[in-house]
Every structure is written in C-alpha cells, then in structure tokens.
C-alpha cells in the first residue's frame, strides 16, 4: 500500500479492466470481476494489490509475496507461488506503468493564482492554470491550459510554455520556449547564459548568450538539472526525452527524440546528440561531437570523438564497450600481478 | 577572530571548562581560570583565541602561531612555540569541535511564521517553530518542536519533520517522513519523482514513483543535493550520515547509519550501503548492488559490484584499492617509458 | 536575429563603429557609413547582422552564409563567400564579444523593492538596486549601486555586496563578501557550510563553520553551483575567475585571478589555484593541494597532486597531458588487441 498522506489510489479496478489496459493474459484463480485497490512493490503487496516482476534479481520476492495479481512475463510463470493470479504480458515493466498510472493519475491541478505569486499584467495565463505561492511570472510569458507553475519557481520574460506544463519548485526559466506535457522537477534551471567568454590574459570577455532553450513535447528534466541557452543558434532538447537529476547541458546542444540522460552527466557545447541516445550515469559528452541514433554511452564514459549509431561506449577516452571491457581485464589482472611480485 | 557580521562567538570560556569540556590536560603557563573568547585557525589566532594542531602539514603554522591556547595530540606537543599553554588531546579535531560549538552554539530560532510565507491551514506548526519569508508549508505538513524553515523553501503536502530540523533557503521537499536534529542545506530537493520509465521505441512511459524518503535522525544533507523517493519501497537515509553538496541519491536506495558521502557522489537506484559507509568526492555506486559495512569508496572511484565489508576500493570499474594503485603504478610506467621509445 | 521575445538590440551600428571597436579592418563593398542591426551565428545572419568565424570546423557555414558583416582572422579571409564585407580581426571571438556586447548592452535594473520581497529594516540598499519579486534581504545587509537580486533569492545577515553585482533568481547567499560586478546566476549556493565533521564510530561530530567565502571583482559563477565558505580562514575566489553550472567549491578552496572553472567540477577543501588556471569540465582537484599559475586541468582529469605551474594535466590520477595520452594510445592497443586473440 502507499502511504495516504501523500498518494490518494483511484481503485478499485477490475482484473478485466487491468488485463485490457496491458494486453495481458490473466491466469489463475481470480475471475475478471475480481478488483484491486494499489499497486505495490513485491514485498509490500497484500491480497488487494497489484505488483510485478521484471527483474530476475528478485524472483525470491515474488516466490514469497502475498500480492493479489502480480505482471510477469510468460516464462516467469513458473516462478510465481501457487494460487496467485497472474497477468502474463510481453514487458511486465512496461504493463506496470500502465497500471500504476491508472491508479495514480496525475491530479488535476486546481486552478488559481496564490496571492503572494506575482504575475505581470501582461502574462498571458489560462484561467485553468495554478500558480502556487511565491512563484513568479514575468512580462509576456505565455501558458496554455492547465499548466503549474511551482512554488517560488520563476518563469522569465517571454517565456512560453505549452497545455499541461509542470514546473516544480524553486525552478527557473529564462528564454525558453517549452512544448506541451513538459515536466521540470524542483530546482532545476534553464536557459540562463551559458558559459561563454572570449578568454585572454588581461581578462575574460563575456560573450552575449542571444539564442534560446528550446524543448519540445513530453520532456521531462530532472531536480536541480542546468540547461543553458543558445549562444546564438538555439539549445534543443527533443521530444520525448527524459533528463535525470543534476545533469549539466550546455549551449547549443541539440538532443534528438527519447533520448534518455541520467543523472549527473555533463554534455559540453555544441555537441549533438541524434534520437533515441542514451548516456548513463556521470557520463560526460565533449563539445562539438556528434553522437548517432540509438547510440549507447555506458555510465561514467567520457566521450571525446563522434560515435556512430548503434554503438555502445565506455571508459574514457570512450571506445566500443567490448574494447573497453577488455582494457578493464588486462588492467585488472595486472593490478592482482603485482601481488605475487610484490 | 571571526567576522562580527556573521559570528557572535558566546565566551569567554575558561582553561579548566575547556579541559572538561575535550577531557584534554592542560599543559604550559595559563592557569585554570584563564578565559579565552573564541576559536581561530593557527595563522590568524591571537592570545584570546583558542586553536588546534591535527594535520600535520600545518605544523609550520603552530611554530609561528600566536594561540593563547592550542589542542594538540600528545606527540606533537614539541611542535608547539616556547610559552604556548596547550590542551593535551587524543583527537585534537574532535575536541576542537567540541570547543567551538562551544563558542558558537546553534542560535535558538526566533519563532513566528513571516507574513509572506505561505502555510496550510490544517498543517501542525509548533508555535516554537521559524517559518521564513516566502516558505510554504502544504495541507497535511506536521513538524516538530523548533523547526525552522529557511526563506523560499518549501515543504510540500504531508512531510512530516521531527524536532529541531533546520531546511535551509531554497531547498524543497516532498514525500519526507523527517527525524529529529535533520539539517537539509539550501537548495536541496527531497523527495522528488525518481527516474522511472519504462523505456520503449515509441516513447518512454512514465512509472508513477509511489514511495517515501525516509531521513532519520542527525542526517545533514548538502547545498544543491538531490534524493528521489521511493518508486515502491522508500529511499532510506540512516540516522548519522552525513551527505555534501551536489550528491544524487536515486529512488529506493538505502543508506546504513553514520554513511559519508562526499560531494558530487551519484548513488544510483536500489544500492544499498550498510553502515559506516564513507564514498569519496565524484565516486558514483552502480545501481542495485551493496556496500558493506565500514567499506571505503575512494574518490572518483565507479563502484559496479558489491564491496565486502570493511573493504576500501578505487578506481573504475572499482577494485581493492591496493590493485588499484598497482594499476596505477604500471600505467604511469608506460607513459613515461614511451619518452624513451617514441 | 535574435528573437524579440528575449532580446532587443540597440542597433543600427556603423561599419566604422564597429572596426573602432574590434580594432579589424574593414575590407569588402561596405562602406564606413553603412550600418547592421544585430549579430547572428554564420547560418542564421543575414544581410543586416554581423557573423564571425573562430573555429575552422564552421568554415562550410562561412561559404555560405549571407551575413552583411563577418568577424574573421586574416588568414581566413579567403574562405568567404564572394562580395561579403570582413572586419579582419586578430582575434574574431573577442572581437564578435565586443560586437554583441555593444548590440546587447546589459540593460539597466529597473530599480525599487518589490512588495512581495522582504527586506530587513536595517538593510543597506541604495535606492538604485533592484529588489526582485519573494527576494530577502536579512539584516545587515549592504549593498552597492545598482544590484539586482533576483526573484526569490535569498541574500543573508551580514552580506556584503559591491556595486553592480547581479543575483540570479533562487540563489543564496550566506556569510560572503563580494566584490563588484559580479555575476551569480540562478541556484547558486554560496557561503552556506561547508561539510566539517569530526568523524568517529559513535557518531559524526558537527565543527562550526566560522570563515566566510570573499568573492573579488568581475567573477561569474554559474546556476546551481555550491561554493562553501571557509572553517576558520576564507574561501576566496580571485578577480575576473569564471566558473561554470554545477562546480562544487569546498572550504577554505583559494582561486586565484581569472581562473576559468568548467561545468561540474569539484575542488576539494583547502586547495589552492593559483592565477589563469583552466580546469575542464567534470575534473576534480584533491583537498590541500596547490595548482601552479597558468596550468590546466584536461576535462575529466583527477589531479592528487600539486600541478607546477604552465604545465597540463590529464587523467586519473592526472599525469602529463603527453604521459596521458600514451597511456591511452597503450590501453587502446590493447583492447583492440584482444579481438585477434579471442
């Protein structure tokens, strides 16, 4: 069960209700008139929750779990205890979403401006958005509908933003132009200048950061994340395409469609990043490369060259993830050499 | 000295408080009663200051210092100039501590709620409590006995702190169950929707993140860190531990009691470090694995496996930091023996 | 052009103006008199805005581009398109800085304190700053001409600010004393604690914070980034230094004059940089270290060890930028090696 003083479950729905929303197969004793309340983690579940297994790590949980329906993938059947109804679906992860999203829809905002929020006359806001307390909006911003502007959040000048944005707390927005089912998590800024200086001896001269941030539909950016504006051609994050926490994205970069940033990477200037490219954790991009199409960079690679689509990278200089693996190895054994050595 | 405009230093103290207070022996010309007014560091302390000895890469600054008293570890008691009276400790930064919490106790808030903060009616606020200007408190937020609320932060619907819990400016929380003597520095976001999608060609689904955070007592959480809630089970930071700036906590991760994460550490989603934990600055945990207890990740160090306990690693993929610095040992003979070569 | 919904230039510019203010010569059909409007990155200019080409890499978007007016090196000259008029620079990226800059002069604070910002009443601010929408002001605040605090920001008891200094939306400031015309852009967290603690099994033991961060003239520090403030002695970050988004800068850390500081970095308490050092994007720099004038820091690097001046450094632990490259032509070799073999 989830805890009630923050998630607010929309049940009970019915197992048949559940097996159309996945495209799953129910098994087991529950016919489909039978409801559930939650979701829940394996460990967690009761009798009146639904959980799911995708991760063979845990098929332990799942051989013990009390869950009332759990979403397994049809070779996994076996592994659940018996007389547990199951729904068998091709991407249980996947058919959990669905069915986690179901019972926890994403509120609708309730409407209004707090009155310590500041808004220019000129801001153009739907009625049926919700500023919270403290946030601000400043000359000729413009929303569509049913957009929430978090508390103490700041949303610059000009800045537009399209239907069913969500901006969390203390977030900042500069020169940005934002599609619609956007999300940006607390603290996270964008579009402040980059970081552009014409260096020399006698002091560094600031270059004017005159481009835009531009993202596209169902973005989401992650906590206390930082993307700069354009210098002068715009930074573009792409449709689709999920930011972790703590990324760092400079000017100019151009992300392509679903591409998938966790957290604490850093993606110098000008660098560009086609669709579905995924970088993982602490990972680093250098300026002015280009990364292809479904490209993978494993977690903590430093990438200093092109990397043609398809490819999977790792280890700085980055190189293909097999040559990678295999520095690891010699180095590794090198590393234990020295015992018998030494 | 300290700078009158932000420290108000509460002596004088004398010798013999002092020596209680660090259970240190007093050695050298001052008596018990000689007072002293604050704390210093060696170069800058005059005779009514009090300062300590513990790395020894300093000991030319106490051979010139002019501290009316000085900690010092029983074996550096040589070091110290002819005349200066020292206070004889086994842990000299310990006891320094210890003195100059003494000097500078925590302020008491000064209770109230600012008229520009923003607070729920049905939220429990002590009357004991600060809530800073532009703070938000949301429906349902229960607290403590002399929380404070740091300006512009926010505290969203249902966190719950414990008593004494101090959030600094800026920072945001959600989802938070919160113990007692919780210190959460400016800009932090806690609590936050986790990375959770169920990725796909046609687009990532987003998986509703239904967990808590979970703080326990005495955690001190850095400027600008981020810790996302639970996707199911609860993210769990342990009494005691003690995390920096800029570290990213994913969901469901656990971290054991009195754990130390320095700044810009990423811990990624449902790894598990047991107690006593110590990770180096830009180190970054692999997701799902554990850290046992008393285990030392070196700085920058990439952790893909589990680490026994008691273990220190380094390097990435991390391994036993001895193999490490062997690696490192060879490396280094390589590139220099190519000047010969090439 | 730039898009009127962020920008407004303050053109038309004469042909003559401009080769007064870069010091190029002007060569090409335009005469003196003849004016632009804006500048504009090569690919977007066109016959009103003036371009420039700084890097070789962009040559292409030079051939084709139908700016009026393009900043460029001599020896680059050939490179663009027939009958477009050059300002032939020494050095067109400082020079394109200066063009945009007179294009794009820093607009000039609306002055006044916004009634939902809180000022305490013995702050100091001349009637010439600009006190954003949610922005604090604690007591004991002064400031110079014409400063900007920027919405929800928070400015704390005893801070002191010179003239022209510009705080970005969110940020906050704590025991810091800054120079004039500096730059704090959004999220920043300066002053606040840094991470001291006594370490021991029974617990962590808090040591007070009691220096302050000094930040002298001309420094730009980017969204997000934490800079603590010193123990006992300053954190103090020199004269015309830039540092980038997200940079983590520890107690007691001293940077010397225009050092430039790239995105996420993270120098460890106590180190010192000496003047015009570079550190590049994601690199590190152990605690108690010196930093010589003039060297640098390659992106990702993590430097143990103090750095000579003028030298560069790369890698982990850094060495030798040359010593770093051989060690990765070896590893490379190495990993491919390992496809015969296997």
Known sequence: MTDPRFFHPQG?????????????????????EATFDN?????????????????????????????GL????????????????????????????RVAQAFHPVPEPTPGIAHTASVAADAGIPDDCRIEP???????????????????????????LGDRVRIGAGAALACCLVGSD?????????????????????????????????????VEIGANTTIDRGTGNDTVIGAGSKIDNLVQIGHNVVLGRNCVIVSQVGIAGSARLEDHVAVGGQGGIAGHITIGTGA????????????????????????P?????????????????????G
Chains 1, 2, 3 share one sequence.
């Open 182 to 218: 956007v999300i940006v998590h607390p603290g996270a800024r964008l579009g402040q200048e980059g970081f552009g200086f014409a260096m020399g001896e006698g002091g560094h001269l600031k270059v004017p950061q005159l481009g835009r941030l531009r993202i596209e539909d169902a």
């Open 12 to 32: 009970p729905i019915s197992l048949a209700a559940l097996a159309d929303l996945t495209g799953g197969e129910a098994v087991g004793p529950a016919g489909p």
């Open 134 to 160: 403290g946030a601000v909006g400043e000359s000729g911003v413009e929303m569509g509908s049913r957009c929430v502007i978090g508390a103490n959040a700041h949303v610059g000048a000009g800045v537009v």
């Open 39 to 67: 979701v829940a983690p394996l460990s967690l579940a009761g009798p009146r929750d639904v959980s799911f297994l995708d991760n063979a790590r845990y098929k332990g949980a799942l051989a013990t779990s009390e869950a």
């Open 70 to 97: 759990c979403l397994v993938a049809p070779a996994a059947r076996t592994l659940a205890p018996e007389g547990m109804t199951l729904l068998l679906c091709d991407d249980p992860y996947r058919a959990y979403a």
């Open 296 to 319: 993978r960079v494993a977690a903590r690679a430093g990438v200093m060259r092109d990397v043609p689509a398809g490819a999977t990278v790792g280890g700085f200089p980055a190189v």
């Open 321 to 341: 993830m097999k040559e990678f693996m295999r520095q690891n190895a010699i180095l590794a054994r090198m590393g234990r050499k020295g015992e018998d050595d």
